[in-house]
Nanobody
Framework: QVQLVESGGGLVQTGGSLRLSCAASGGIFSLNVMGWYRQAPGKQRELVAAIPRGGNTNYADSVKGRFTISRDNAKNKVYLQMNSLKLEDTGVYYC??????????????WGQGTLVTVSS
C-alpha cells in the first residue's frame, strides 16, 4: 500500500520560513499529481499547492509569491518551501498524491498531516 509521510512542521514566528517534505513509499507505483493541502482550526481543508508530474504548478491565491512547491520524481518526494509566513498560515498541512500501480490501479493517498503554527 502506498503511504505518504510528512515532516518539517513546527512553530515559527510571523515572517519566518519552514520547509515541509513528503515522501511516498510502498511498492511499485507511479505518481501523477502531488500536492499540499491545509486545514486551519474550524475551517475546511483547502488546496495550498499542487504539482503534476510534468505540468505547471498551481497555488492558492493566498500563498502565491510566498510558497514554492517542488518535487523529486526519482525519490518520490514533494516539498513545500514556505516563506514570509503569516498567522493565517497556521494549520495542519497534508500531503496528497495520486497515481497508479500494478496492484492498486489508480489510487489517491493522503499523509497523516504535520502541524504548522505561526505565532506573532
Amino acid at each position: 500500500q502506498v503511504q505518504l509521510v510528512e515532516s518539517g512542521g513546527g512553530l515559527v514566528q510571523t515572517g519566518g520560513s519552514l520547509r515541509l517534505s513528503c515522501a511516498a513509499s510502498g511498492g511499485i507505483f507511479s505518481l501523477n499529481v502531488m500536492g499540499w493541502y491545509r486545514q486551519a482550526p474550524g475551517k475546511q481543508r483547502e488546496l495550498v499547492a499542487a504539482i503534476p508530474r510534468g505540468g505547471n504548478t498551481n497555488y492558492a491565491d493566498s500563498v502565491k509569491g510566498r510558497f514554492t512547491i517542488s518535487r523529486d520524481n526519482a525519490k518520490n518526494k514533494v516539498y513545500l518551501q514556505m516563506n514570509s509566513l503569516k498567522l493565517e498560515d497556521t494549520g495542519v498541512y497534508y500531503c496528497y498524491a495520486d497515481g497508479s500501480s500494478p496492484r492498486l490501479g489508480y489510487f489517491e493517498v493522503w499523509g497523516q498531516g504535520t502541524l504548522v503554527t505561526v505565532s506573532s
